[in-house]
């Protein structure tokens, strides 16, 4: 048996001109009936650093008595001159979440994964207290389990007030030893109800990058070991019709 969570997870690719740029993580999520994968927005484009990706790739188990068999599902970031995926903005600028559509009957008839929905956002922010254990599902530096295709858990805690926009941005902030290649990963702690049904997981954010202080010493001072995480209840309005 393999837990349902890990296969909510891909790993997310990124190409220009069928030239491998970056790996990334990302997960399934569906709202109406409509399958989304979701990543950050800068894994999809990030002009600062000179990243635009064409397209990107994301491999899909299709058989479920042996999770080493996959495929690789191409995703096209540009049609017709415009963009293929969402993002969208706060009060504090844009956020770092992307979604992009995935077509079922583009995917193999076998194809196996499980998908987040809106029933898995949290229903009260009184169960996420500072503290908090969760996890952070994804593909630090690429390292996965390369024979069944599966992602790795970091643990880490809530940081910050989690009713609260940090420093009045849309994210809040999570203690966990992360890497390159999380961006986009999911967010998660246990769920209190039982009508998340196969996945007993409350979805609270999208893993971004890691926070540093520019003050910081870099020879006397160690890294905050501190993240941004994305609140999930963005994925509502940009799934939405």
């Known amino acids: 048996m393999i837990e349902p969570l890990l296969l909510t ?3 997310v690719s990124t190409y220009k001109n069928d030239t491998v740029l970056t790996n990334a ?6 709202n109406a009936g409509r399958l989304f994968l979701v990543t950050s927005r800068h894994v999809l484009i990030d002009k600062p650093s000179n990243h635009v990706p064409d397209s990107i790739s994301i491999e899909i188990h299709t058989n ?3 999770l080493a ?3 690789m599902y191409s995703i096209p970031l540009y049609l017709n001159g415009k963009s293929n995926w969402r993002t969208g903005k706060d009060r504090s600028g844009e956020v770092d979440v992307g979604v992009i559509e995935v077509f079922r009957d583009q995917l193999p008839d076998t194809a196996l994964y499980h998908a987040f929905t809106p029933e898995h956002l949290h229903d009260s922010i009184e ?3 500072i503290g908090r254990r969760l ?3 994804g593909f630090p530096l690429g390292f996965h389990d390369t024979l069944h295709h599966l992602p790795v858990a970091r643990q880490g805690i809530n940081a910050s007030s989690f009713g609260l926009r940090f420093q009045g941005n849309g994210y809040f902030l999570t203690d966990a030893r992360t890497h390159r290649g999380m961006s986009g990963a999911p967010v998660v702690m246990p769920a209190r109800r039982s009508k998340e049904g196969v996945i007993p997981w409350m979805l609270l954010g999208i893993h971004s990058a ?3 202080v520019g003050t910081r010493d870099l020879k006397m001072d160690e ?6 995480a994305w609140f999930a209840d963005i994925l509502l309005t940009l799934t939405g019709h």
């Open 210 to 212: 890691r926070l540093d």
């Open 127 to 129: 169960a996420i207290g």
């Open 64 to 66: 479920r008595d042996n």
């Open 223 to 228: 890294a905050l070991g501190l993240n941004c």
């Open 9 to 11: 997870c891909v790993q």
């Open 69 to 71: 068999e996959s495929v």
């Open 25 to 30: 993580s990302g997960f399934f999520f569906e």
């Open 135 to 137: 996890l952070i599902i």
